[in-house]
């Protein structure tokens, strides 16, 4: 009879052991330490890994870097994501022509947005929903974060939203 639970407990475990059918993923959702989740479009040849203090995913559409210290945790999801997360390397810096991109681009002290259609409307707001940045531009934006204190920050700019991590 221990002969018999012991093959029926091996047969199990086997059974168990058998790879199963891959979920069909369609994004990773990344939960946000401030309570926010960003939902990204997983792409064909998509690698993460951790680099420089950052989640770092990458695609021939580009990269997408999040800073590690700001990150709860992150997942898979058959729900699909946000295609427009991804910089496109193949504009490497210069407009395409007839391009509807905005480049965004944050350097120490500085946000820079670019190929703004006219007379966009660009606006900075901290989680507390006090206005620190607005302006109007068409072509090149360029907003100060000086004096800003380290947090999360959402950019509107001409119906979207972003949201912005300074880690001073």
């Known amino acids: ?92 810096g210069i407009d395409a022509v007839g391009s509807d991109v905005v480049g965004l681009e944050q350097t120490g002290e500085r946000l820079l947005l670019t190929n703004l259609p006219e007379k966009s409307k660009v606006m900075l707001v901290s989680m507390e929903g006090r206005v620190v940045a607005m302006a109007t531009a068409t072509g090149t934006c360029e907003l100060s974060l000086a004096g800003l204190s380290k947090g999360v920050y959402v950019l509107t700019y001409n119906e979207k939203s972003v949201k912005i991590a300074l880690t001073r």
């Open 1 to 92: 009879m221990r002969k018999l639970y012991s093959c029926a407990l091996a047969a199990a475990v086997a059974l168990v052991a058998l790879p199963t059918a891959a979920a069909a993923y369609k994004s990773v959702v990344v939960n946000h330490a401030d309570g926010g989740t960003t939902k990204i479009t997983m792409e064909s040849g998509m690698t993460t890994k951790f680099d420089a203090g950052n989640l770092l995913l990458e695609c021939d559409k580009g990269e997408i870097r999040l800073p590690v210290e700001n990150l709860k945790n992150w997942t898979f999801s058959a729900e699909n994501g946000l295609d427009n997360l991804w910089e496109d390397k193949t504009l490497s």
